[in-house]
């Protein structure tokens, strides 16, 4: 029977005891993470034929439709993946619908003859954490080259340390962002995960060096190598997210049946965009479309929500094939009105307005085809929860990936380098030296590793690869077969190095 007073398993607390919480196989008689959670907030059993289509709709409604995924559908009409813009201003429930979505995705519904629960990834913000009201269930994945301060924001007592891993069932860490992808593929289906994002990018640039998606790879530069001198901007940490769903989408068809809640997707993909060659704001929204019909073939389905459908890029919109409405108290659009149509849809099936007089707890959902109403019950927060929000900093890691920090007793001198070929920069945890334009590529000063090819500024002569000599890693330029000139010498002794060209010599 379900309750709004429900209560844990005997002598457990939620979550515990479930079929998602262990590695191993879980009895038979263990509820799913999906039971618990409607247990908890008395949330029925869903069922299709709550949503009968209206007169001269086509077979079966739209709500479950979008919400119950089916590779070869027998109890809906759409294969594969689905995706929705959720729209709703302020005050509309949007976090509440968000929370229920993910908790209905989350089931694995008996009337399916397949397995269909989704793997539900949820959009961690640094400034938001609506998904504490799930926080008994979560899985939550931080990147492993940050930094990570995360304090509660209290109305009453003010700000104090928070521990994440306290907080949530789970908290794990993922190298770069195919290594996130891999370790979602080993998580049990009906799981909820909050991700945030790597503040370092590892692995985003090189997933769009590898794709035929993009003419050239995209710019992911952490804030602690941007320097606006040289044209590195730094890039806003929403975009790690562009590389995410390129990850899931080529790489991650193992993955199963996943499903992203992102909310302020305005912020994520707006229609202001400009291809600024730091960003490429708009070159990265371009990727997304060209994902969008295939995340729906990998099983993976997106869910965003926004305020105003004229905050999202028109690339972006016009791939949504299903809306909802929220009760904002604004209108439907119309049939007999074109210019109240979505950007994308040939069509609207609603007549007059549906939705300017809807409570809280119920709203529209629609296609070109069809439309239905639905409701859903308050996932509340828990009182601990009610006056204070999770802030969740991500910043520069103490060390870099792969290469440990000097201290300042055996940091290495100051390099020597010609200054017509390269620029130094540095900031607390790195410094290197940028190829000058029109070339290209870096070098660490403190291991000599290139980060990024040395392509020459000086027309007809070529860098040769560094070599360790005497301590110093040496970096000559030659033209053809002529004399090589010495434009660099880094005194570093990294072992790193070393072992990437052999015993202190040459390279080959």
């Known amino acids: 029977m379900v309750t709004n007073n429900a ?66 559908p027998t109890v809906t009409t759409t294969p594969r993946g689905t995706d929705a813009f959720i729209k709703g201003d302020r005050g509309s429930g949007k976090s509440t619908k968000a929370a229920s979505l993910a908790i209905r995705l989350l089931e694995d519904f008996p009337f399916v003859d397949e397995m269909n629960a989704n793997k539900v990834i949820w959009r961690g913000s640094p400034a938001r954490s609506e998904w504490l009201r799930l926080k008994d269930w979560a899985t939550v994945w931080l990147p492993e080259h940050a930094s990570i301060e995360a304090t509660w924001e209290d109305e009453d007592a003010g700000r104090y340390d928070a521990d994440i891993e306290a907080v949530a069932r789970n908290a794990r860490y993922y190298h770069d962002v195919l290594d996130l992808v891999d370790q979602l593929a080993e998580q049990k289906p009906g799981t909820f995960n909050v991700v945030y994002p790597d503040p370092s990018f590892s692995g985003c640039r090189e997933l769009t060096e590898e794709t035929q998606r993009v003419g050239e790879p995209l710019p992911f ?160 927060e828990a009182p601990e929860d009610e006056t204070r929000w999770l802030r969740v900093r991500l910043g520069a890691p103490t060390q870099l990936p792969s290469t440990a920090m000097a201290t300042e007793a055996d940091a290495p001198a100051e390099p020597e380098f010609d200054d017509s070929v390269f620029a130094s920069w540095q900031n607390q945890v790195d410094h290197r030296l940028y190829v000058r334009d029109p070339g290209s590529g870096w070098i660490s000063v403190a291991t000599g590793a290139v980060g990024d090819e040395l392509v020459s500024p000086v027309e007809g002569m070529t860098f040769d690869e560094p070599v360790v000599e005497d301590g110093e890693v040496v970096v000559r330029m030659r033209r053809n077969d002529e004399q090589s000139v010495v434009v660099a010498r880094l005194p570093s002794t990294s072992q790193s190095f070393k072992s990437a060209t052999g015993s202190g010599g040459e390279t080959a």
Request: charged fraction near 25%.
């Open 7 to 72: 209560t844990p398993p005997a002598g457990h607390d939620w979550g515990e005891r479930t079929r998602q919480a262990v590695a191993h196989s879980a009895p038979k008689h263990w509820k799913t993470d999906a039971y618990e959670m409607r247990q908890k907030f008395g949330i029925p059993a869903f069922k299709p034929d709550d949503y009968v289509p209206e007169p001269g709709q086509v077979k079966s409604g739209v709500y479950p439709d979008l919400v119950v995924h089916e590779r070869d």
């Open 221 to 380: 530069v952490p804030t602690w190598e941007a320097d606006p001198s040289e044209g590195r901007h730094a890039t806003p940490l929403t975009d790690w997210w562009f590389a995410f769903i390129l990850a899931r989408t080529e790489h991650g068809t193992h993955v199963g049946w996943t499903a992203l809640i992102f909310d302020e997707v305005g912020d994520f993909v707006p229609q202001s965009a400009r291809n600024s060659p730091g960003r490429r704001l708009w070159d990265k929204i371009e990727l997304l479309r060209s994902l969008w019909a295939e995340s729906r073939r990998a099983r993976f389905s997106q869910f965003y929500f926004g305020h105003y459908e004229e905050n999202v890029h028109e690339k972006i919109r016009r791939e949504f094939k299903w809306r909802i409405q929220m009760p904002d108290g604004s209108p439907n659009p119309v049939k007999n009105v074109r210019g109240t149509w979505p950007l994308g849809f040939d069509n609207i099936p609603m007549t007059s307005d549906l939705t300017s007089g809807l409570p809280i707890g119920t709203g529209l959902c629609y296609n070109t085809a069809k439309f239905s109403y639905f409701g859903w019950k308050d996932v509340a």
